[in-house]
């Protein structure tokens, strides 16, 4: 398993600055509001953009979460990174202790989002017939309340807002 420390060096991640802490903050928690409400709003019409839009709601409250909490910027690779960086979270018991929440719940987390990047890439190139599009709109109504509505709760929580 490759250290936050081994990915810093690779520039892979990095240690925000104090001046840009709020507006990268700030982008995060936008961004992933905007990608959640357009993931609820379209599982119907629109399936494939609501499990994208649902991932990257994911991925977006993920890298608020490593900001806010750790001060950890993803620089490159984004979307593998992040998930690295939430499992080696997940496994450094010294940090688990300063979040003060429970190992399982953060397994999860980590789980969650590594499955919700595999869907995301499947359906994001799909060839729009009439049989697929009944299809993925069957799944995105399944990650949406089995996966993101879950993963998006539980991360909320994290970060000290209040769950709707």
Do not use: C
Not at 30 to 55: A, C, L
Request: zero cysteines.
């Amino acid at each position: 398993m490759v250290k936050i420390e081994t990915l810093i060096k690779e520039g892979k991640v990095s240690k925000i600055k104090e001046l840009e802490l709020t507006r990268y903050a700030n982008f995060f928690k936008n961004s992933y509001k905007d990608n959640f409400e357009h993931s609820k709003q379209n599982t119907e019409n629109f399936p494939r953009w609501s499990i994208i839009s649902g991932y990257y709601a994911m991925h977006d409250i993920t890298k608020l979460f490593l900001v806010k909490e750790f001060r950890l910027k993803i620089e490159f690779e984004v979307h593998s990174t992040t998930i690295k960086v939430l499992r080696q979270l997940i496994k450094d018991k010294e940090i688990l202790k300063l979040i003060d929440k429970g190992y399982t719940e953060f397994i999860s987390l980590a789980n969650d989002l590594a499955r919700a990047k595999k869907d995301r890439v499947k359906v994001q190139y799909y060839t729009g017939t009439p049989y697929m599009k009944e299809i993925f709109r069957k799944r995105s109504k399944e990650f949406m309340v089995n996966v993101v509505i879950p993963y998006i709760k539980k991360m909320r929580k994290l970060i000290g807002e209040k769950n709707d």
